[in-house]
């Protein structure tokens, strides 16, 4: 079964755009490409075992098996290692991607305590960050199992040329945007 937001994509959101932004082609309307999930561990220096736990907590949030970042050079302010595990990782795309951000938008986003939108953090190619503080705003984190408190970071990726664009069709998709 299609995803709703891929759905009302092809439905819904092309039509919009291409009447917003004058495109003469299907294929001209912005895309999401992928959203990625990442997740620093500094702690990790001291205890391996908390990237572990992080892995398993995004694998279980993506629902996609999500993958150890090391780090790339010796850092010794922080005792840090070149190859040394600090985090975790995952890409989704294709109707993994549209059910997650379903999940994101519907029930976890509305469990954040004060929640205003989402800060408008594009990066002038038409990709919007996101972070989050508490990955247990995620219905599929068992409060009661989780190690520790830890925020992420969450990518949507675009194909739009402009942050108006990528602005746009996030909106479109129902992203609360901040004002």
Known sequence: MEPTLKKNYKE???????????????????????????QGVGAAVSDKKLVQYAVEEMTT?????????????????????KGMPIGARVTLRGERMYEFMERLFVSALPRVRDFQGVKQGFDGRGNLTMG????????????DKVNRIAGMDITFVTNANTDKESKALLKAFGMPLKK
């Open 12 to 38: 819904k959101v092309v039509p919009a755009l291409m009447e917003e932004f004058g495109y003469t082609n299907k294929m001209q309307v912005p895309r999401l490409e992928k959203i990625v999930l990442s």
């Open 61 to 81: 949030i993506a629902g996609q098996m999500a993958v150890m970042t090391k780090s790339k050079k010796d850092v010794s302010n922080f005792k840090l290692r």
């Open 132 to 143: 989050i503080k508490e990955q247990i705003i995620f219905p599929e984190i068992e409060i």
